[in-house]
Nanobody, 112 residues
Framework: VQLQASGGGLVQPGGSLRLSCAASGIDFSINGMAWHRQTPGKEREFVAS???????TYATSVKGRFTISRDNAKNTVFLQMNSLKPEDTAVYYC???????WGQGTQVTVSS
């Protein structure tokens, strides 16, 4: 199983980024997918998830600002992040929580 996250970078507060995570080596369409994030010295925390059927769940801190989606034809899950805040700065990981598979992460930095 390979999970390749991309799309991170440096953005000003109030800006937007779209993260992508391409999966291979699995039957993507039947698996729930999730994004977690981690900052130095803190535990990894849940950000958002999407089931195989498209049902989404969000952490309270990102609800209304982030949108998770999936494209089963492309074996890819996305995280659209709007109205970014400095506290959103973290390494973002995509994964298959039901199988314990996680990608290498992509850095998101929100700073002026």
């Amino acid at each position: 199983v390979q999970l390749q996250a991309s799309g991170g970078g440096l953005v000003q507060p109030g800006g937007s980024l779209r993260l992508s995570c391409a999966a291979s080596g699995i039957d993507f369409s039947i698996n729930g997918m999730a994004w977690h994030r981690q900052t130095p010295g803190k535990e990894r925390e849940f950000v958002a998830s999407v089931t195989s059927g498209g049902f989404t769940t969000y952490a309270t801190s990102v609800k209304g600002r982030f949108t998770i989606s999936r494209d089963n034809a492309k074996n890819t899950v996305f995280l659209q992040m709007n109205s970014l805040k400095p506290e959103d700065t973290a390494v973002y990981y995509c994964g298959i929580p039901g199988r314990g598979h996680w990608g290498q992460g992509t850095q998101v930095t929100v700073s002026s």
